[in-house]
Nanobody, 125 residues
Framework: QVQLVESGGGLVQAGGSLRLSCAAS????????MGWFRQAPGKDREFVAR????????YYADSVKGRFTISTDNAKNTVYLQMNSLKPEDTAVYYC??????????????????WGQGTQVTVSS
């Protein structure tokens, strides 16, 4: 089992920045990919970014490309999501997820095995 705890959410004005953190514990060695998803009220959970494999390959949703950066600190078992130039449409609950190895691009929620409880991000206009 892997436990994930997100932090760093909050209220920010449009154009501002936030950094989300996701601390992993438990059998972290079993995680091949780490991802961030978000869910706005009344909408489906959507992919935001992921980092995977020993090389740390990253991939971003088009809506956040160039504004968000996903990174890891393996010594701290923590994955980060640096969010810059935030927009009101980025408002959502942000979830961290971990996936075991599979033949997958890790772009869909069902490709992940463990989830955090979520952290609220609100961007005011």
């Amino acid at each position: 089992q892997v436990q994930l705890v997100e932090s760093g959410g909050g209220l920010v004005q449009a154009g501002g920045s936030l950094r989300l953190s996701c601390a992993a514990s438990g059998r972290t060695g079993s995680s091949y990919a780490m991802g961030w998803f978000r869910q706005a009220p009344g909408k489906d959970r959507e992919f935001v970014a992921r980092i995977s494999g020993p090389g740390g390959a990253t991939y971003y949703a088009d809506s956040v490309k160039g504004r968000f950066t996903i990174s890891t600190d393996n010594a701290k078992n923590t994955v980060y999501l640096q969010m810059n130039s935030l927009k009101p449409e980025d408002t959502a609950v942000y979830y961290c997820a971990a996936g075991r190895y599979r033949r997958s691009y890790y772009l869909a929620a069902h490709e992940y095995d463990y989830w955090g409880q979520g952290t609220q991000v609100t961007v005011s206009s």
